[in-house]
């Protein structure tokens, strides 16, 4: 807008400048079409230069990882990498289980049943992100002699968050239950995640 | 340091003027690009050039810091990670053409810029410092484009490497360890890869801050024009805003499309075909030249194939370099008065039947295989180039009888002064 106040100001009237009958200049009509055009297309070049920064190809290609569980005894877990992250796995006991089922729900922060945690037909299976929904730090708790906090499940070491055996925070700065990420049985012993 | 008539800068709104008061960057810029800078009436296409010029290095910068989030420099990855430029990362083919073309463009920018400032013999007092920063700039542009060069470790880039880094091994007694200390190795190896990407990151900014001296060096004396005559008074001139903005952003739409044609349509019709095979040590491709932009440089330099007191490798670095370096001396060289070539007929001769074919020769020559009937024609376009600026341009200079120069631009433009005085009245009292 400057520069069609700036025309006006600096140009001489002459025959270029003949005014309408309504008082637009054809001069000021061209410059408005061709400032606003070269301003759109410059609008447009940021579009390339914002999505080069988001995931490429090949990051958004590794969005899948197949786990096989066949040898997951009860009480173990296992470690996983899914978009370079860590995913946690545990085959529940069932005093886990029963420990999880006790609590009320309405006292939880992120209310969740282990059931809604689960898929059905492996209620006794938990997949978690072991990523701390507080800052982002890996929870201990999925390696044998780990810390597993107050409520037996997992415990983020960075800022204390306690989880409980369902992956539910309990205590601590966290906001949110440990994240289970979408995933599906393909078969009893073989999970796809992603 | 402009004109008299320059038109002030006054800000009405309260936070512009806070601002004038604070920091007049706004100020600043109407002083430098905008109405409050006076530009000589009459200047022609081959004016927009130097705003082309500072375009296309944005453009390097831009695209090139966005090639650098995604680039790795390491010899064992350098070239994957270009295919995976190329491949995986959004609009990362556009980032890379609109690079490696932009460098072309980058060239062919500053060569017609260039050929302004020869034709119009823009070099001359008081303009010499302008000129001086003009050639380091060049100078400057040339490191950066062989570095950048390199990057993607494809044959060429090797090659390449070795083959100017070779020209220090020319320099008697300290050459060859010099070589070996500016690759960090005894060949072109990730040393020199990593050495080479920190530096092409670094010099398009201190070429920036040249580019920033020589603007400021040129709105000292302000704009030369085609007729070479220096403004008079305010009749010879209009404000840079809206004039030039508008003729320089009519200039900038057109190289886009001429550019974008290229990057589309045409994007590796200026590369080699060689630089999409991995760098391979052992193997050199048979035909090897360096991208067109250093063709009569080239040319130049394998012109020297017999030794004369010192050895014919170095006569051809030495000649290569002062090709350019002669260009420092011009300011004392041409000794006219006049400035514009549109003014000075013998001059004109030599330079549009002399020094502009035998541009055209070297540049031909530096792209053809180095054999006869080559070598033989490069030799004799290089004694004709070293002989127009040291000996055709001062005599030339000294004995021809310039054409008469007008009085003044307006006159120039018009016909006469005082057929400006009427339409000139109107902006003055505004």
């Known amino acids: 807008m400057a520069s069609t106040t700036a025309n006006a100001d600096a140009t001489p009237v002459n025959t270029d400048g003949v005014e309408g009958e309504d008082g637009v200049r054809r001069r000021d009509f061209i410059n408005i079409a061709a400032v606003s055009a070269a301003g759109v297309g410059g609008l447009v070049t940021l579009l390339p230069l914002v999505s080069q920064m988001a995931p490429s190809k090949d990051v958004l290609a590794e969005s899948t990882t197949e786990l096989d569980i066949s040898s997951l005894e009860a009480g173990q877990s296992i470690k996983a990498v899914f978009r370079k992250q860590p995913v946690f796995v545990r085959h529940l006991t069932q005093a886990e289980i029963d420990a999880a089922n006790a609590v009320d729900i309405s006292s939880l922060r992120d209310p969740e049943t282990l059931e809604e945690r689960t898929k059905a037909g492996h209620h006794n299976l938990l997949l978690v992100m072991g990523v701390c929904t507080h800052l982002g730090c890996v929870p201990l708790g999925a390696a044998e002699g780990e810390n597993k906090g107050e409520f037996g499940g997992y415990f983020c070491p960075c800022h204390g968050s306690h989880y409980d055996t369902a992956a539910r925070i309990r205590k601590g700065p966290a906001p949110a239950n440990l994240v289970v990420p979408d995933y599906e049985f393909t078969s009893d012993t073989t999970i796809v995640i992603g | ?430």
């Not at chain 2, 690759?183 to 072109?188: C, K, S, V």
């Not at chain 2, 990730?190 to 040129?218: D, E, K, Q, T």
Request: with cysteine; net charge neutral.
């Open chain 2, 1 to 430: 340091m402009s004109f008299p008539w320059a038109k002030e800068y006054t800000p009405k709104h309260p936070v512009m003027r806070f601002f004038d008061e604070k920091l007049p960057l706004p100020r600043f810029v109407y002083n430098a690009v905008g109405a409050g800078y006076p530009v000589p009436r009459n200047l022609s296409y081959f004016w927009n050039f130097g705003v082309l010029a500072g375009f296309f290095l944005m453009l390097q910068i831009v695209t090139g810091v966005v090639l650098a989030m995604h680039y790795a420099a390491n010899t064992e990855v350098a070239f994957g990670t270009v295919e995976h430029i190329m491949r995986d990362v959004n609009w990362g083919w556009l980032m890379r053409y609109t690079h490696a073309n932009g460098a072309s463009f980058f060239f062919v920018v500053v060569y017609i810029h260039i050929f302004r400032g020869l034709f119009y013999a823009s070099y001359k007092p008081p303009r010499e410092m302008i000129w001086l920063l003009g050639v380091t700039i060049f100078l400057l542009m040339m490191a950066t484009a062989f570095m950048g060069y390199v990057l993607p470790w494809g044959q060429m880039s090797f090659w390449g490497a070795q083959v100017i880094t070779g020209l220090f091994e020319a320099i008697p007694v300290v050459g060859p360890p010099l070589k070996t200390w500016l690759l960090g190795g005894f060949a072109p190896d990730n040393a020199a890869l990593n050495r080479f990407f920190s530096l092409h990151f670094l010099l398009p900014f201190v070429i920036l801050g040249a580019v920033i001296l020589h603007i400021w060096a040129l709105h000292i004396p302000g704009s030369s024009n085609p007729t070479g005559v220096e403004v008079k008074s305010e009749s010879d001139t209009l404000p840079f805003h809206p004039y030039y903005t508008a003729k320089d952003g009519f200039g900038l739409g057109v190289a886009l499309l001429v550019f974008f044609t290229f990057v589309f349509f045409l994007p590796n019709a200026l590369g080699h075909p060689d630089n999409y095979i991995e760098a391979n040590p052992l193997s050199t491709p048979a035909h090897i030249v360096p991208e067109w932009y250093f063709y009569p440089f080239y040319a130049i330099l394998r012109a020297f194939t017999f030794d004369f007191i010192l050895p014919a490798k170095l006569w051809g670095v030495l000649a290569m370099f002062s090709a350019i370096l002669v260009w420092f001396f011009l300011p004392w060289l041409d000794k006219s008065p006049v400035r514009s070539g549109h003014y000075r007929p013998l001059f004109r001769k030599f330079f549009w039947f002399g020094l502009i074919p035998v541009m055209a020769v070297l540049f031909y020559c530096g792209g053809a295989p180095a054999e006869e009937p080559y070598v033989m024609i490069s030799q004799i376009a290089t004694a004709y180039y070293f002989l127009h600026f040291l000996v055709i341009l001062p005599i030339v200079s000294s004995i021809e009888r310039p054409d008469p120069l007008p009085f003044s631009i307006t006159e120039a433009v018009l016909g006469s002064d005082d057929e400006a005085a009427a339409g000139d009245a109107a902006p003055t009292a505004a």
